[in-house]
Structure formats: C-alpha cells, structure tokens
C-alpha cells in the first residue's frame, strides 16, 4: 500500500511512500509499516518534523493488481478486519518509532468503540 504525505509548513509538498500491513498469527497484533524518509527544509538545512499522522483504511472499492507469469492476478482487500465485538477499553494501537540518530519511542492509544458496537 502506499500513502500520500502531504506537507503544509514550513514547505508545501506532496510525496507518496510506501506502506505495508504486516499480518501475524494473533489479529491484536497485526501491524501496518509506514518508512517516511528524511525531508531536508533546504539544501543543508534541518529536516522537517511529522507532527500528525491520519490514516484511513479500508478498501473502498480499491482492487490490486499483481502480474504473475503472464497473468493479471486481481485483489480486492476487505480492509483490516475488526472482531464482532469491541474491547472493553476499545481498540488499542501501539506506535513505534525511529528517529534519527536511532532515537525510539513508544506511543499507545486506546480509540473507543463505535456507536452501537457490542462490546466484550
């Protein structure tokens, strides 16, 4: 999958990078991989910061194409799946970062359910 980062100030940007939703045996701990590279203000100059991140997944409509041996293979992603009910808490996401010079950090969110969603 690829995202749109689009840049407002200090500089006016648009630039498209790649993404990957990584699965794993237990869906809790699926993650989605998202390398957004160094962006320098100027020549020499200090890089720009990512402050916000909003992300939208889904399918949409969306249908991938992957040529294999001569043949067109069509996909059309359902999305992440979502259990039937909601955690008690809600759906709980993690956040890990690199930074330069290999800074790391480690951010949590709890997102409330949606309305009429039953929960556990």
Known sequence: M???VVTRTPLNGEKIVPGA?????????EALQIKVPLVAIWPEGPYVS????????G???LTYHQHTRGHTINYKPAGILLPDTCPHRGFQF??????IP??????????????GRKHR
């Open 2 to 4: 690829y995202f749109d």
């Open 21 to 29: 939703l990584i699965p794993a045996a237990n869906q809790a701990n």
């Open 50 to 57: 990512l402050i916000q991140l909003n992300a939208t997944i």
């Open 59 to 61: 399918s949409n409509g």
């Open 94 to 99: 993690t956040a890990h970062l690199t930074f």
């Open 102 to 115: 290999n800074l790391q950090t480690t951010i949590h969110a709890d997102v409330p359910c949606p309305t």
